[in-house]
């Protein structure tokens, strides 16, 4: 579980998007950011939450946010999801999960009776000096814009 909380700067991200682009969290300086962890591409729960990011995605922009989502999966599994789901924001890769484990959202989970380690599904609310405004841990796919907003 992060121990990132409000107030506290947004770690440095450098990374490459979905089109092996560079992306730095720099470049959203001045802007506010909703920057989500989600563990894969194109599996159930992962999709719900980008495409309800996706369907209220004006919504968000008129608030003044922008959307970065990241998850271990490559440029390719990424552009595809982007393609597939008409996705409007960019996606970061972290194939090492080094930006997972500097918010502190690398960590152990369960399925199925099963311990592993992974991304644990968790979106952070970045003010326009980088500061982060709120931590949402407790995602629900299904109404995750609504969480922002709210």
């Not at 990374?15 to 962890?37: C, H, M, P, R, W």
């Not at 004006?58 to 789901?85: A, C, N, R, T």
Request: contains cysteine; glycine residues 8%; hydrophobic residues 30%.
């Amino acid at each position: 579980m992060t121990t990132l909380k409000k107030g506290d700067n947004a770690p440095a991200i450098k990374a490459k998007d979905q089109d092996g682009n560079d992306f730095s969290l720099t470049e959203y300086k001045g802007k506010k950011v909703i920057l989500y962890f989600y563990p894969a591409d194109n599996t159930p729960t992962c999709t719900t939450e980008a495409c309800n990011l996706r369907d209220n995605y004006l919504e968000l922009q008129k608030q003044g946010y922008d959307i970065v989502g990241v998850s271990p999966d490559d440029e390719k599994s990424h552009g595809k999801f982007i393609s597939k789901f008409s996705l409007p924001f960019r996606l970061i890769t972290d194939p090492e999960n080094k930006v997972a484990m500097a918010y502190g959202v690398w960590g152990h989970k369960k399925l199925f009776g099963k311990d592993y380690m992974g991304v644990l599904r968790t979106t952070f609310i970045i003010d326009e000096k980088g500061k982060i405004e709120k931590v949402i841990d407790k995602v629900k796919s299904k109404e995750h814009s609504k969480q922002i907003l709210g």
